[in-house]
């Protein structure tokens, strides 16, 4: 425990100065003194994750665990703003939810004693050795949920193997988010079972009908068939994604910034390009949507006719691919996809998915091409997100022994 006390407070000035130069400085007073309002009657199961993007994973455990285990009392932490404010929004009526600890230990002891959890569920990311240390000497069962280690991480983590003990031998038990990662992460990772049960991430409904009629009733008399929305996109592919638009020279372009907070950057761009723009929060006719708004990203690809996901054309290594497969959506994405390898290869294999180089001609013919038979492969990637449902039910079987 010792060694873990050290480290934290080793950490805890650099954790805060980082705090302070970002975003986050708008939770910090209630990360650091949090106000619980837990109810000492049931046991808890504390989930924790990082932000927007693995709140999908994160709720299908919430909802899960809520349906199957009521006795127990999930809480979730976000580390997040963006992140925080979205899962308060869509549980903070049902759950408790806070933001993530700061990580100092004085901080993070208020946050064991008041959560005390029974188990404690890391969805995807956030690993802080000393915070999992501290659990782990409290006697909680620590689980990491949906965790993956990408090729370049696992080259790293051999030629210095004593980081990937003090990452993973805290946890009792590991579930991977594909069979590349088990693979990975077990031949690091002596101490805790390492299984794949499946990726949270694409054990998901489609978004409710309501909300995709909604939204088409307050957008959709702007958009011009074909709609092409292009979800999750970095700095680096809107310039790409744009200049393809104008090869194509039909439609409505839909961007959907990973960051909202760049949408007013990315429209003033679109402007310069010599496109009409608008913001989705302020809809007008124009040929190019930019996305300022949180949470609508499922439900425009309801209304789109061929979706591009992005953090493929630049190196980050892809977003869900499923999110569109789900409503049928055939899927466009670039080659940088070391995240979603598996779910790559598979959509393109069935005719579902296309993976376009960085260049704007070849972008707009393999629109083209997709747009030229749009029913037949977003049925074809329907049929790989079938596939990949059922996660859930296997996770819930496997913590049920935890509990």
Known sequence: MKKYLWLGRLICPFHLLAQLRSRRRETLRERWRPRFGLSPERPRVWIHTLSVGELQAAGVLLEGLASAFPQYQPVLTVATVSGLKRARELWGERFPVYPGPLQCP???????????????????????????????????SLIFANAALSERSFRRFRRFRFLARWFYEPFSLILAASEEDRRRIAALASGPQVLYLGNLKYDFPPPD????????????????????????THPGEEEILLRAFARLGRGTLVLCP???????????????????????????AASVIVVDTLGELRALYGLSD????????????????????????????????????????ELREAGGGLCVPPHPEEVASAWERMLS????HGQAAFSVYERHRGAAKRYLSVLSHYL
């Open 106 to 140: 004085w901080v993070l002891e208020r946050y064991l004693s008041a959560i005390s959890p029974r188990i404690f569920l890391l969805v995807e990311s956030d690993l802080w050795p000393h915070w999992l240390g501290m659990l782990r000497a409290r006697g909680v």
């Open 209 to 232: 009908q309501g909300e995709i009629e909604r939204l088409a009733q307050s957008l959709g008399p702007f958009l011009s068939p074909p709609v092409l929305v292009c979800g999750s």
């Open 258 to 284: 990973r960051r909202p907070e760049r949408a007013r950057e990315i429209l003033e761009r679109a402007r310069a390009m010599g496109f009409s723009a608008a913001l989705r929060s302020r809809p007008e």
């Open 306 to 345: 061929l979706a591009f996901v992005g953090g493929t054309l630049v190196p980050v290594g892809g977003h869900n691919l499923l999110e569109p497969a789900a409503l049928k959506v055939p899927v466009t994405f670039g080659p940088e996809v070391e995240s979603v390898a598996s779910v790559a290869r």
């Open 373 to 376: 038979a749009s029913e037949r």
